[in-house]
């Protein structure tokens, strides 16, 4: 059984950093495209950040040069490091696992910005 376990969230003043993990399990995924994505209440699932077995990240242009995401295929890790939060930075942060037949989804970490 495949489970997506996030970790790393919390309550961070403008301007911090933290960096969320989500560890896999249940199978192999080091060919599956592994990523981040985020949610605030009564609006849709938006991406974050990607990045594919290969290796090719993908950022959401509200991330760009503050967000990094790193894989680890030995551990079955995917994390992302987020520095330079803002307050629009708020929302539930999923971790997802996806490959053309399947699509893997975390519980969720909430990552709240605010002094």
């Known amino acids: 059984q495949v489970q997506l376990v996030e970790s790393g969230g919390g309550l961070v003043q403008p301007g911090g950093s933290l960096r969320l993990s989500c560890a896999a399990s249940?199978?192999?995924?080091?060919?599956?495209?592994m990523g981040w994505y985020r949610q605030v209440p009564g609006n849709q699932r938006d991406m974050v950040a990607t990045v594919t077995g290969a290796g090719s990240t993908t950022y959401a242009d509200s991330v760009k040069g503050r967000f990094n995401i790193v894989r680890d295929n030995d551990k079955n890790k995917v994390n992302l490091q987020v520095h330079a939060l803002k307050p629009e930075d708020t929302a539930v942060y999923y971790c997802?696992?996806?490959?053309?037949?399947?699509?893997?989804w975390g519980q969720g970490t909430q990552v709240t910005i605010s002094s």
């Open positions: 997802n696992v996806r490959n053309w037949r399947r699509n893997y």
């Open positions: 249940g199978s192999s995924f080091s060919s599956y495209t």
